[in-house]
């Protein structure tokens, strides 16, 4: 009998070395390949629902979004009052051109970062972020990697990346702790 446990027990864990070592990467690792992925990427085209909420207000923008991570074109789908205005991000500053629409993008964090600039903050930290965390974890019903980002001293980004696309879902900045953008992908096309 206990060499029959003994037997069982050699089997059992030769069996799950096994699968560890083919299963699925592990998270790191996953993130990483999804990292590389992305750094080869020249141009993302891509639609984004942006949440900025600066406490007393929250705007809700719809987004077009065709560029690389530093340099890109935004245009406005929603609101309708001034969809079709475009916002162009060229080295880090942003420029607006609607027919004499105010737009409101104001700086949403004290380091400078609007709703406008959001995008191609986080595809920068999707593609060359130093990930603090990184775990898997489903976002609405999806099998997803879900990595943490430090943007600065006191803002981070959370990421959940569709694990079998290796693209963004879903992501969120806070400050000081409070949710203070969130952001929904659709579309995403990568060259």
């Known amino acids: 009998m206990r060499k029959a446990l003994l037997c069982a027990l050699t089997t059992a864990l030769a069996l799950s070395s096994l699968v560890s070592c083919s299963g699925a990467p592990a998270p790191k690792e996953r993130l990483q390949e999804i990292q590389d992925d992305l750094s080869s990427v020249q141009q993302f ?3 984004a629902s942006v949440r900025s909420d600066y406490g007393e207000r929250v705007y809700d923008f719809r987004l077009n979004y065709q560029g690389d ?6 245009t406005i789908i929603e609101p309708e009052s001034v969809a079709g205005a475009q916002l162009d991000i060229e080295d880090g500053s942003t420029s607006i051109s609607y027919d004499g629409a105010r737009i409101y993008t104001g700086e949403i964090l004290p380091d400078g ?3 406008a ?3 191609p903050a986080m595809l920068s930290a999707f593609r060359e ?14 099998s997803c990697l879900r990595a943490a980002f430090t943007l ?3 803002t981070e980004l959370v990421a959940w990346f569709d694990d079998e696309a290796g693209l963004p879902i879903h992501s969120e900045i806070s400050h000081q702790g409070y949710t203070v953008i969130y952001c929904d992908f659709f579309n995403i096309t990568a060259q």
């Open 117 to 119: 600039d959001c995008l």
């Open 129 to 142: 972020g130093m990930a603090f965390e990184v775990s898997s974890e489903d976002w609405e019903g999806t």
């Open 113 to 115: 970062l609007s709703p």
């Open 45 to 47: 085209s891509l639609v």
């Open 152 to 154: 600065s001293d006191d």
């Open 69 to 74: 991570s530093e340099n890109g074109t935004i």
